[in-house]
């Protein structure tokens, strides 16, 4: 899980459980983790929470981390070399995909 929603589906006809592994700095920011307007229990270990959840044939859910208000939370707070180089890497995509990938997609 890489946000803080996730959709689930069981499209099959059988029940199935999903064990989800999330990266968390802090175990002590996650308010609570809800299926749907279930709360789930979880656990902290070595930087991840991690939970179940069961689904119903042909049900889903979607799942979500709520997390505590602090007021200046670090969670959020990227330095200016974090900035620097998500900006330099998404710029050489956008070059990467507009100029040098379309001259090899185009028929001669």
């Keep these: ?3 803080s929603e996730l959709r689930l589906n069981n499209p099959s006809n059988q029940p199935r459980r999903f064990f989800i ?3 968390e700095l802090e ?3 996650i308010k609570e983790v ?3 307007s279930n709360e789930v229990p979880w656990k902290f270990s070595n930087g991840c929470i991690a939970f179940e959840v069961e689904l119903g044939p042909a049900k889903s859910t979607t799942v979500s981390i709520l997390f505590h ?3 200046g939370d670090i969670r959020y707070r990227e330095s200016a070399w974090y900035k620097l180089k998500v900006m330099l890497r998404r710029y ?3 070059v990467r995909d507009n100029y040098v990938a379309t001259r090899w997609t185009r028929p001669l």
């Design 1 to 3: 899980m890489y946000g």
């Design 21 to 23: 592994i999330k990266r």
């Design 27 to 29: 175990a002590s920011t």
């Design 34 to 36: 809800r299926d749907g």
């Design 69 to 71: 208000n602090y007021p």
């Design 92 to 94: 050489l995509s956008e």
